[in-house]
């Protein structure tokens, strides 16, 4: 997928044959006709350009369903994403609690008020110690990172599943 990705992002189109069918569902399921169209990209027409990687289209096999690919490539990242975050949760929540222990610890002696907040790094001067690096003390960038995180769970066997417009029984 990242190759054909690239191919398309860089080369044009990798659609080089579609289908259509339909199937009719019986009344008692969701009394209606079912069309599917597929796309599909061919080993054949990517082998023979240049730019897209011999190793990979070495590997294809000679028609790619596209649709479903892409559902287990985004599957996948999701995955990755999902590791990832299980990998960090522990250094986010105490980096997240250093700095909301230190912004109540400021305000309890600042009237309340965490306004100006900044964790500085800096070397020993006479008179007056020289900054090297000054960063605010917020935790709107985390709120993001946490409202993300909610917002896109782990997608699970996405190869599996897939939107349709078919029409729910009449029951429903």
Known sequence: MEALRNYVQHRGLAVHSTSMGGKLIPYEERDGIEFITSLYTHKSEVESDKAFKKKVSQEMPEKVNLMYAARVYVGSISKAHSDIRKLLKKESEKSRNLILNTIDGYEKINNGKAV????????????????????????????????????????????????????YNKAN
Do not use: H, Q
């Open 116 to 167: 100006g907040l900044y964790a500085i790094c800096s070397i020993p001067k006479e008179p007056v110690d020289e900054t090297i690096e000054k960063c605010p003390l917020l935790l709107d960038w985390d709120d993001i990172r946490l409202n993300l995180i909610n917002k896109n769970p782990k997608m699970v066997n996405l190869g599996k599943r897939f939107v349709s417009s078919s029409a």
